[in-house]
C-alpha cells in the first residue's frame, strides 16, 4: 500500500515542479536569478526541496503508521530483506519498470524501521537505488532528497564508500538534465575539499556549464580547466572550452584543445579511462570542430584531413562528407569535390545537409562544365523540395501535425509510414531529417513525457485508491459494484487525438488542392475547437490539494481520503501544466519550421539561378564547338563518327590507321630487321 502512495505522490512533485527550462526562458527574455555562490547562477526549482522531500518522506511515514497501528504490513525488517529489495529493485529497473521499482524501493527506505541499517552498505545501496529511480522517472527533488541523505552520511567519505561518490555523479547529471544548477550547488555543499579527484572534476563541469549560462565565459573556461582526465566529463570540458576559445577569436588555443581530444596520435595516450560512451560522440565533434576552424581560416588541405579522421561508423560521417566536399569545392579541386559528394550519396541516407548537399552536387558538375547533367540534378531538387517547402508550411499552420512531425524529426526515423498534414510519407521522412530542433524542445519534450507518464499513474492512484476504501468499508469483503465515475484525463486525451486526426485530414485535403476560400471556415472551426479545449483544461477546478496528513486524522481511511482529494486535485493542475508544455512546444516547432522554410526557400532560389548559369554554360560550349568546327577543328567525338577523308585540303593526304605494330619499329628493346635480311 506505501508503494500505491509513493506513485501518487510521484505525480504530485511532477504536477508541482515543471516549469519553463532554462534555456527556453533564456532565449524568450525571461531573466535569470543572479548568482549565489562561486559564479553558479540559475533558476531555482519549482517546487523546494525540503517540501517535497517533506511531501514524500512523511506522508510516506504516515501510511506506514497506519498500517502498523492495524497490525499490517511488515512487522520486521531484516538486514537479508533491505539486500533481497535492492537486488529486486535493480531487476525492475533492467526491465524498465521504473515505477514498480520505486514503489518497491520506497516501502523499505521510509518504513519507520530503516533507520537501523540506514549506515549500512546494503541500507545506502537501497537508498542510491530509490533516487535512481526517481530519477530516472525525473522526479527529481525527491531523488535529490535521497542522493543527499548518501552525501552528507557520517563516514560517507572515509575509506571506500562508494555510494556518497555515485551520488555525486547522479545529482549531476540532474542538473544537466534540469538545468537547476543553483540547486544542485546547494546539495553539493557537504562535499569534503579532499573528495576524489574524479568526484571534483563532475563538480567543475557542473558549474562551467552553469557559468556558461550565466553568460559568463571566462569563469567557464576556468572551471572547465579543472576537469582532470580521471573525470568522465574530460572531453566535454576540454570541447567546450575550445568552443568559448574559438568564439573569442583564439583559434590557435581553441584548436590545441580539440586536438586533445580529436588527434588519433593523442588519443590512445589522452583518452581518460574513466570516460562514459559519450566520449566517442564528443571526439567526433571535436574533429568537425578542427574542420571547421581550418576552413574557415582557408586551409583547405588541413580541413580535408580533419574531416577524414570522422569514422565510417559515426552518426556525424555525412556532416564531415558534405563539409569536406565543400572545402574541396572551395579550393576549386573540383574533382576531389565530386568524390567526397558521390560518397555521400552512396550513404543512401537522410541528413540535416541532405538539401545542400544535392546543391553542391549540382554546381560542382558545373564547375566541370557538364552542365545537361547540372540541370537534370536541379531540376529534380526543384521537384522534390518545393512539396517539401509547401508541406512544411502546411504543417506550420496546424497544432497536432506539428507535434507528430517533431516527434519524427526527433526520432530522425520519420512518420513510419504514416502521412502528416496531407504530406506523404517520404516528404515527412525528408522534413524530420532536415528539421534543425531547438535544444529546449527535446528538454520541453521529456518534461511533457514525465508528466503524461505520471498522470497515467495518477489515475491507477485513484482507482487503488477506491478499491482500498471500499475494502475497509467492508472489511475486507468483495469490492462493491460502484461507478466510479468517468476518467477526465484519458476523456481529454481521446479528444485531442480525435481533433488531430481531424486536423490531418484536414491538411490533406489542403494538399489535394483546396482552395483558400474553401479552407478558410475549417481552419476557423478548428482553431476554435483546439481553444475550446485549452480552456476547458485551464478553467478545471483546482482543488485544495493539501499534503497527506495535513489537517487530518493519522488512521488509515482518513489518509485515504485525504490522498483521494488531492490527487483529483492534481489531476486539474496536470491539465495546467500540460496545456502550458504544450504552447511552449508549438512556439519552439514553429520557430523550427521557419527556419526550415527559409533555408529551403534560399536554396531553391539558387536552384533556379543554377538552371540559368547551366543554360548560359551550354550555349557557350556550342559557340565554341561552332567557332572551332569553322576554323577547322572537329570535336573529339566527331572524329571517330565521321569521315575524316571529305575534310582534307587539296594538299593533304590521309593516312588510315594499320594498327600498332609496324615493321620498322622497335619491338621489345630488339629491332625487327626481318625485311632486311630478305
Known amino acids: 500500500m506505501a508503494g500505491r502512495m509513493a506513485k501518487c505522490l510521484a505525480a504530485a512533485l511532477v504536477a508541482q515542479g515543471l516549469g519553463v527550462p532554462a534555456a527556453f526562458a533564456q532565449s524568450h527574455g525571461a531573466s535569470l536569478p543572479a548568482s549565489n555562490g562561486p559564479g553558479v547562477a540559475a533558476p531555482a526549482p519549482a517546487v523546494p526541496a525540503a517540501q517535497g522531500d517533506q511531501l514524500f518522506a512523511e506522508a510516506l511515514k504516515a501510511y506506514h503508521a497506519a498500517l502498523a497501528a492495524r497490525h499490517l504490513g511488515q512487522q520486521e525488517l531484516r538486514k537479508e530483506d533491505v539486500a533481497a529489495r535492492v537486488a529486486e529493485g535493480e531487476r525492475l529497473m533492467s526491465a524498465e519498470r521504473v515505477d514498480d521499482a520505486i514503489a518497491r524501493l520506497v516501502e523499505i527506505v521510509e518504513s519507520a524501521q530503516f533507520d537501523s541499517f540506514a549506515d549500512s552498505e546494503e541500507g545506502r545501496a537501497i537508498v542510491f537505488r530509490l533516487g535512481d529511480a526517481l530519477a530516472e522517472a525525473r522526479i527529481y527533488v525527491p531523488a535529490r532528497g535521497y542522493f543527499r541523505r548518501l552525501v552528507e552520511a557520517k563516514g560517507a567519505w572515509q575509506g571506500t564508500n562508494l555510494w556518497a561518490r555515485r551520488a555525486v555523479g547522479r545529482l549531476v547529471d540532474i542538473a544537466l538534465q534540469s538545468e537547476e544548477y543553483l540547486a544542485i550547488a546547494t546539495d553539493l555543499v557537504a562535499v569534503p575539499p579532499d573528495a576524489p579527484e574524479e568526484v571534483r572534476g563532475e563538480i567543475a563541469y557542473m558549474n562551467g556549464r552553469a557559468l556558461e549560462v550565466a553568460h559568463d565565459p571566462e569563469a567557464a573556461l576556468a572551471a572547465y580547466a579543472r576537469v582532470t582526465q580521471r573525470c568522465r566529463f574530460w572531453a566535454q570540458a576540454t570541447y567546450l572550452a575550445a568552443l568559448i576559445d574559438v568564439e573569442k577569436g583564439n583559434f590557435k588555443d581553441g584548436e590545441n584543445l580539440l586536438c586533445k581530444v580529436a588527434d588519433p596520435k593523442r588519443s590512445s595516450a589522452t583518452t581518460p579511462v574513466f570516460a562514459d560512451e559519450q566520449f566517442f560522440a564528443v571526439r567526433d565533434l571535436a574533429r568537425l570542430g578542427l574542420g571547421r576552424i581550418a576552413h574557415e581560416q582557408r586551409r583547405n588541405d588541413d580541413a580535408r584531413y580533419y574531416y577524414y579522421l570522422v569514422p565510417?561508423?559515426?552518426?556525424?560521417?555525412?556532416?564531415?562528407?558534405?563539409?569536406?566536399?565543400?572545402?574541396?569545392?572551395?579550393?576549386?579541386?573540383?574533382?576531389?569535390?565530386?568524390?567526397?559528394?558521390?560518397?555521400?550519396?552512396?550513404?543512401?541516407?537522410?541528413?540535416?545537409?541532405?538539401?545542400?548537399?544535392?546543391?553542391?552536387?549540382?554546381?560542382?558538375?558545373?564547375?566541370?562544365?557538364?552542365?545537361?547533367d547540372a540541370d537534370k540534378k536541379l531540376v529534380t531538387f526543384l521537384a522534390r523540395y518545393e512539396p517539401v517547402r509547401d508541406a512544411a508550411r502546411r504543417i506550420a499552420a496546424q497544432g497536432g501535425s506539428i507535434q507528430r512531425l517533431l516527434a519524427a524529426a526527433r526520432a530522425r526515423t520519420g512518420s513510419g509510414g504514416v502521412e502528416i498534414g496531407g504530406a506523404s510519407a517520404d516528404v515527412v521522412r525528408t522534413i524530420a531529417a532536415l528539421l534543425r530542433v531547438d535544444p529546449a524542445y527535446d528538454r520541453l519534450v521529456g518534461r511533457r513525457a514525465a508528466l503524461e507518464r505520471e498522470a497515467s499513474g495518477l489515475v491507477h492512484a485513484l482507482r487503488a485508491i477506491g478499491d482500498m476504501q471500499r475494502a475497509l468499508a467492508n472489511n475486507g469483503g468483495v469490492r462493491a459494484a460502484v461507478d466510479e465515475g468517468p476518467d477526465t484525463v484519458r476523456a481529454a486525451r481521446a479528444a485531442r487525438d480525435a481533433l488531430d486526426g481531424v486536423e490531418q485530414q484536414t491538411g490533406a485535403v489542403e494538399a489535394a488542392g483546396a482552395s483558400a476560400e474553401q479552407m478558410a471556415p475549417l481552419k476557423r472551426q478548428l482553431a476554435d475547437l483546439r481553444a475550446r479545449l485549452g480552456n476547458r483544461d485551464a478553467g478545471a477546478p483546482q482543488g485544495a490539494g493539501g499534503r497527506v496528513g495535513e489537517g487530518v486524522g493519522a488512521d488509515l481511511p482518513d489518509l485515504l481520503r485525504a490522498d483521494s482529494a488531492m490527487a483529483r486535485a492534481l489531476q486539474s493542475r496536470i491539465a495546467v501544466t500540460r496545456t502550458e508544455l504544450e504552447a511552449q512546444e508549438a512556439t519552439l516547432a514553429v520557430d523550427a519550421l521557419r527556419r526550415l522554410d527559409l533555408r529551403l526557400s534560399r536554396l531553391l532560389r539558387r536552384a533556379r539561378l543554377g538552371r540559368i548559369d547551366s543554360v548560359l554554360g551550354r550555349k557557350r560550349a556550342l559557340e565554341v564547338e561552332v567557332e572551332a568546327i569553322r576554323m577547322g577543328y572537329l570535336p573529339s567525338d566527331a572524329v571517330d563518327s565521321l569521315d575524316a577523308a571529305r575534310y582534307l585540303e587539296d594538299n593533304e593526304e590521309y593516312w588510315p590507321f594499320e594498327g600498332d605494330d609496324w615493321p620498322d619499329e622497335y619491338v621489345g628493346s630488339e629491332i625487327d630487321d626481318t625485311s632486311t635480311r630478305k
Not at 556532416?319 to 550519396?345: F, N, S, V, W
Open 312 to 372: 565510417r561508423d559515426s552518426d556525424r560521417l555525412a556532416e564531415a562528407l558534405y563539409e569536406a566536399a565543400t572545402t574541396r569545392y572551395e579550393k576549386k579541386d573540383y574533382a576531389g569535390a565530386r568524390e567526397l559528394i558521390d560518397e555521400l550519396a552512396a550513404l543512401g541516407v537522410h541528413h540535416r545537409y541532405e538539401d545542400e548537399a544535392w546543391v553542391l552536387d549540382a554546381w560542382i558538375d558545373l564547375a566541370l562544365c557538364r552542365f545537361a
